[in-house]
């Protein structure tokens, strides 16, 4: 089992930037592909990006592409989320997850593990 704690996240203004992390613990973090997904109030969660065991492949939605880069470091057991170009509609509670699966995969439903989820709030 794996265990995901997440950090970062806030307020911050248009064309800003902001930098979200997510610390595993449990078992070997290299073993799984991690994604990043969000949640805007009254909407459902979406898919933001995805990054494999290794980190040499990554996905994105096309929402983000350009503007958020995905990251990990196996060594620190934490994967990133580097927002630029933050926009308001951006604003969303964001929660990284563990697959255990091929990685890259855009569906919520084939992650095994979540963050406990952290609030970014971009403001116009």
């Known amino acids: 089992q794996v265990q995901l704690v997440q950090s970062g996240g806030g307020l911050v203004q248009t064309g800003g930037s902001l930098t979200l992390s997510c610390a595993a613990s449990?078992?070997?973090?290299?073993?799984?592909?991690m994604g990043w997904f969000r949640q805007a109030p009254g909407k459902e969660r979406e898919f933001v990006a995805a990054i494999t065991r290794s980190g040499t492949s990554t996905h994105y939605a096309d929402s983000v592409k350009g503007r958020f880069t995905i990251s990990r470091d196996n060594a620190k057991n934490t994967v990133y989320l580097q927002m630029n170009s933050l926009k308001p509609e951006d604003t969303a509670d964001y929660y990284c997850?563990?697959?255990?699966?091929?990685?890259?995969?855009?569906?919520?439903?084939?992650?095994?593990?979540w963050g406990q989820g952290t609030q970014v709030t971009v403001s116009s």
């Open positions: 997850a563990a697959d255990r699966g091929v990685g890259l995969s855009p569906w919520s439903y084939e992650y095994d593990y």
């Open positions: 449990g078992r070997a973090f290299s073993s799984y592909a």
